[in-house]
């Protein structure tokens, strides 16, 4: 099993949908929430008023809303009813969230989370062993190190546990426990153990790692499209040698918010296209924007985890002619999700419409099928195509 973001892991499931978080390795419901031009998160109204929506959907919305309703007007729990409704609807990413899991959301969509900043792998073995240590985070300061490992969390054994429950633990939930609250957590070094107890802070993710290959090929990974991710590859692509080739890397990239999908496609296109979407059956198009880089050599690098927004942001470099897409077939989540606040508030997500690429191709349950295989080694194979392309390096 891979390294795991503490951050972005689900904090539990509940009937009918998993709770998510966006990112990392999960599925991901209502990756595009908020993420649209002219939606905005939170909003009551699953779209703006400029347009009416079809009863398909408007159906859904409403029949979650009013199940609701009904459950608090007879004194039951509104969630629950809603979290049926949604369930019994038939929409593969539909959610309810309550109003701490959904302010948590928006946060961690914003690169935010709650946690004591360390990363996670559950070896063959079923120990659970620190990989990661985050600097300046409480796991930090209290001198815990990768390599130790984790043996208990409050109290509770992790041996044998998935690493998304072990994340869990750690986090804790989102109503209880906020940034300043307590976790102890149980390790042990060698022959040395001990107990720790941690105060959770509010962390900053790292969505975007740059590193330069020996022979100057410049790789930028991309974990997720949080607020800013942009940003920081156009600085990236800005700041590579000249003569780079260079690698995107999307793997395990379960997606975000879209804008900054679109943002992350204008480092490498001159306008143009992006992709197209609907919702409620209204039409629309998200473009680059102007000035990006199209002449130097790129490889967008994808496999199964990559999702939602990743998808999109490779469809357009693929269907452009911009990038040779390596890998395995990406995962096929071309939906897009809208909130509706809920009595209690607690929000629902439910699915509105679906993307396409620039040529036209559905995503949704297909995916996208790479140019080239990966092989045994992505990265030397996508090495290999860059020198094809023409990298002087």
């Known amino acids: 099993m891979s390294d795991r973001d503490p ?57 979650v809303a009013r199940a609701a309703a009904e459950a608090a007007a007879s004194g039951k729990s509104p969630m629950e009813a809603a979290e049926r409704a949604v369930s019994r609807s038939g929409d593969r990413w539909g959610a309810v969230y309550s109003p701490g899991d959904y302010q948590e959301f928006q946060e961690a969509l914003d690169g935010q989370y709650t946690g004591v900043g360390l990363w996670a792998r559950r070896e063959r073995d079923g120990r659970i062993d620190v990989t990661k240590v985050r600097s300046g985070s409480p796991a930090a300061g209290a001198g815990v190190r990768a390599g130790d490992r984790l043996r208990s969390v409050d109290g509770r054994r992790v041996d044998g546990l998935p690493v998304t429950e072990v994340v869990s633990l750690l986090r804790g939930d989102a109503a209880d426990a906020p940034a300043g609250t307590a976790v102890t957590l149980g390790l042990e070094r060698g022959t040395r ?60 990239n379960s997606g975000g918010l879209v804008t900054e999908a679109v943002s992350t496609a204008s480092a490498f296109l001159d306008g143009g296209l992006v992709a197209t979407y609907d919702v409620d059956g209204e039409q629309r198009a998200l473009h680059a924007a102007p000035g990006g ?101």
């Open 7 to 63: 951050f972005c892991q689900p904090r539990r499931t509940r009937t009918g949908a998993a709770l998510t978080l966006v990112f990392v390795g999960v599925l991901v419901a209502g990756a595009a929430t908020g993420s649209l031009p002219g939606h905005e998160r939170g909003s009551a109204a699953a779209a703006p008023s400029s347009r009416t929506p079809l009863p398909a959907a408007a159906g859904r919305h409403e029949q």
């Open 193 to 252: 153990t001990w107990r720790e107890t941690l105060r959770r802070a509010r962390l900053s993710t790292d969505p975007v790692a740059v590193r330069r290959l020996a022979d100057g090929t410049t790789v930028i990974k991309v974990t997720a499209f949080t607020k800013g991710t942009g940003d920081e590859v156009r600085a990236a692509v800005r700041d590579s040698p000249a003569a780079s080739g260079i690698v995107l890397d999307l793997r395990g």
């Open 293 to 393: 880089d199209t002449a130097r050599p790129l490889v967008a690098l994808v496999d199964g985890g990559t999702m939602s927004a990743a998808e999109l942001l490779t469809g357009a470099l693929q269907d452009r002619g911009r990038a040779v897409v390596v890998g395995s077939r990406t995962f096929g989540k071309g939906s897009v999700q809208m909130p509706t606040r809920l009595p209690g508030g607690s929000v629902a997500e439910l699915t509105v419409g679906h993307y396409r690429t620039p040529g036209g191709r559905g995503v949704d349950g297909r995916g996208i099928t790479p140019d080239l295989d990966a092989g045994g080694d992505a990265l030397a194979r996508a090495r290999t195509v860059l020198t094809g392309l023409g990298d002087p390096s």
